[in-house]
T-cell receptor, first 113, second 112 residues
Framework: NAGVTQTPKFQVLKTGQSMTLQCAQD?????MYWYRQDPGMGLRLIYY???????DKGEVPNGYNVSRLNKREFSLRLESAAPSQTSVYFC????????????FGEGSRLTVL | KQEVTQIPAALSVPEGENLVLNCSFT??????LQWFRQDPGKGLTSLLL?????REQTSGRLNASLDKSSGRSTLYIAASQPGDSATYLC???????????FGKGTTLSVSS
């Protein structure tokens, strides 16, 4: 049981480049989330998907787009990376009809030069 | 807007000590509250989840309490060990929302 899997784990980009972070969960969860974690700022919600086919903005959505490809997969895209997007990105999933417990991936460390 | 605060930001204790980590939130209308552990360079591991109707949850040496009316939760760690050294994060879900709002965490260091 892999849980929540994120790829890649590490990435270095130049300003203006684009990339997609991939996330997949095998727990049949309805809801999926993307957070970023920065020193002194804690974890902040970028986007979430309450169910397949829906996505909503979180606290810090600017500069990002998301796609809920199917129930298992939720991707985060940076169209034109900026140094301010240097961060550690975490994907998470949960099922709210049960306990609502959140499960996290191991994180993707992104550096934008 | 829900805000979550954790005090203290950092804590250092000798091995064997019992300790309490504090979490406060501004809106008492929550769905649940979760405590997580994060080791350096790693993801978040769920420790305890307390539903809004519950007062406490226990797992091994950990006990988490919830007082919705006062907007507070505590994480009690008994007989601390060096392996407990990590950052502990508290997060709440608003009753009308579907995502967790996190505190900034308490970084715990247990010395042998």
């Amino acid at each position: 049981n892999a849980g929540v899997t994120q790829t890649p784990k590490f990435q270095v980009l130049k300003t203006g480049q684009s990339m997609t972070l991939q996330c997949a969960q095998d727990m049949n969860h309805n809801s999926m989330y993307w957070y970023r974690q920065d020193p002194g700022m804690g974890l902040r919600l970028i986007y979430y998907s309450a169910s397949e086919g829906t996505t909503d903005k979180g606290e810090v959505p600017n500069g990002y787009n998301v796609s809920r490809l199917n129930k298992r997969e939720f991707s985060l895209r940076l169209e034109s990376a900026a140094p301010s997007q240097t961060s550690v990105y975490f994907c998470a999933s949960a099922v709210w009809t049960q306990t609502g417990e959140l499960f996290f991936g191991e994180g993707s460390r992104l550096t934008v030069l | 807007k829900q805000e979550v605060t954790q005090i203290p930001a950092a804590l250092s204790v000798p091995e064997g000590e019992n300790l309490v980590l504090n979490c406060s939130f501004t809106d008492s209308a929550i769905y649940n509250l979760q405590w997580f552990r994060q080791d350096p360079g790693k993801g978040l591991t769920s420790l305890l989840l307390i539903q809004s109707s519950q007062r406490e949850q226990t797992s091994g040496r950990l006990n988490a309490s919830l007082d919705k009316s006062s907007g507070r939760s505590t994480l009690y760690i008994a007989a601390s060990q060096p392996g407990d050294s990590a950052t502990y994060l508290c997060a709440v879900v608003d009753s009308g929302g579907t995502a967790l709002i996190f505190g900034k965490g308490t970084t715990l260091s247990v010395s042998s």
